[in-house]
């Protein structure tokens, strides 16, 4: 059964950062791209950043570059979304995904339940 399990979200102030965490299961971690997306109430789901199988090739959408940063550990089964420099327009449930990459939500199979992030004042 595959298994996809955020964690690391929570409240913070603009200018802070959080560390996202995505605990993989139930299917060949290595052998798939990685990815986080989000989605704010009222908004489309919006690729944030992917990261291939074996880590070499990153994606990330323009809003976030020089903020966040992708990375997995693949004898771990992990992925993360190191976030910096957080901002207001950043609050959003935030989910993992795994598939093919890019950042297109249509790449992707296997999705977590989320976490939330809020920022704000």
């Known amino acids: 059964q595959v298994q996809l399990v955020e964690s690391g979200g929570g409240s913070v102030q603009p200018g802070g950062s959080l560390r996202l965490s995505c605990a993989a299961s139930?299917?060949?971690?290595?052998?798939?791209?990685m990815s986080w997306f989000r989605q704010a109430p009222g908004k489309e789901r919006e690729g944030v950043a992917a990261?291939?199988?074996?880590?070499?090739?990153?994606w990330y959408v323009d809003s976030v570059k020089g903020r966040f940063t992708i990375s997995r550990d693949n004898a771990k089964n992990m992925v993360y979304l190191q976030m910096n420099s957080l901002a207001p327009e950043d609050t959003a449930i935030y989910h993992c995904a795994a598939g093919s990459g890019g950042l297109y939500y249509g790449a992707y199979n296997y999705w977590g339940q989320g976490t939330q992030v809020t920022v704000s004042s």
């Open positions: 139930g299917f060949t971690f290595g052998f798939r791209a």
């Open positions: 990261i291939s199988s074996g880590g070499a090739k990153t």
